[in-house]
């Protein structure tokens, strides 16, 4: 399900047409060959949990989703995959706290956390580390939220087997968020794989496995 004439194209165009961003590197392909267990962080519309029912074998995926009418076109995509069994949505945010967080939604792929001062909505907000089940792929694309995530000792016992996470230039505890990212999952104990910079956007994708 997509809204037209919108940033949903791009977002489908980079994670179900060409090149697909989410497409593993053979190194990780062993860690992914199901059936998995998925959590899925900043989903938007669903496209990366289209792209990973087609992908993999999904036991069971679990996808947040804070901005409104993001998560009401996830809940659409969902049903039109017939996927319920497998596949729930939750509109919330994710962070390394409970609560409620201020958010500035309506932007599609890009709506995030207010700034200090912004205006916006509130909404719930889950503490990753609190989510007690196990994950073997761990998706992170949460505009700049992921930063206290990555920054909480807590990633040391972090259950997920596998993470493949967006980074953004926006909160980033270093002018260079490339080496942020990479030096806070290896802190982790993560090892580190293929990835790519946008430096147009200042993103960036890696993938990142541990045994």
């Not at 992921?146 to 909480?152: A, V």
Request: with cysteine; glycine share 8%; charged share 20%.
């Amino acid at each position: 399900m997509v809204r037209h004439q919108t940033r949903d194209l791009e977002v489908v165009d980079e994670v179900l047409i060409a090149p697909k961003a989410y497409e593993p590197p053979p190194v990780i392909a062993s860690h992914l060959g199901g059936p998995l267990r998925i959590l899925d962080l900043g989903a938007n519309i669903g496209t990366f949990g289209v792209f990973a029912l087609g992908r993999w074998n999904v036991d069971r995926m679990r996808s947040f989703e804070p901005d409104p009418a993001n998560a009401a076109m996830l809940n659409d995509t969902i049903a039109l995959n017939h996927a319920n069994h497998c596949w729930t949505a939750r509109q919330a945010a994710v962070s390394n706290c409970s609560g409620h967080m201020t958010f500035i939604p309506g932007h599609f792929s890009l709506s995030r956390r207010a700034d200090g001062g912004e205006a916006g909505i509130d909404v719930m907000m889950v503490d990753l580390f609190t989510l007690q089940y196990d994950t073997d792929l761990l998706k992170m694309d949460i505009e700049g939220g992921e930063w206290s995530i990555l920054s909480d000792p807590r990633m040391a016992d972090l259950q997920a087997r596998v993470i493949v996470m967006e980074w953004h230039w926006r909160y980033a505890p270093q002018a260079d968020a490339h080496a942020a990212a990479l030096d806070l999952l290896k802190r982790a104990g993560y090892e580190l794989h293929a990835g790519h910079i946008e430096p147009r956007t200042g993103t960036g994708l890696v993938w990142a496995s541990r045994s």
